[in-house]
């Protein structure tokens, strides 16, 4: 796993996202009202819409596109809608934002472009 730094929590607005590239695709990391930290895939799995630009209440994100409720938790949509976003691990140390991400290998090269 991979610790990557990705901003203080201030830099989040309150009931607001902030979107991380990654080599995995967009995570997006809420902050809600009591402070805490979430990320998950920045996809909804209804359609994909940007949960990053739906509306933060409580605990759960309302998905722009098709009002699909997510848990940020574990991001699982509410029912009687099934799927999940998928999240991942963030912790705060000192103010800081640490998102962990698996290890990415690099794709093995076919044997003929190997030295």
């Avoid at 607001?16 to 920045?42: K, Q, Y």
């Avoid at 000192?94 to 093995?108: E, K, N, R, T």
């Amino acid at each position: 796993m991979n610790w990557i730094e990705v901003g203080r929590l201030d830099d989040i607005p309150r009931l607001g996202s902030r979107v991380i590239a990654t080599e995995l695709g967009d995570i997006a990391v809420f902050r809600n009202a009591a402070d805490e930290v979430f990320a998950l895939r920045d996809r909804c799995p209804h359609r994909g819409g940007p949960l990053s630009q739906g509306i933060v209440h409580g605990r759960r994100v309302t998905c722009p596109l098709h009002n699909w409720v997510i848990e940020l938790a574990d991001g699982e949509a509410v029912a009687p809608d099934v799927g999940c976003a998928g999240t991942f691990e963030i912790r705060e140390e000192a103010g800081l934002l640490y998102l962990a991400l698996p290890a990415v290998s690099a794709p093995a090269l076919p044997a003929a472009m190997e030295d």
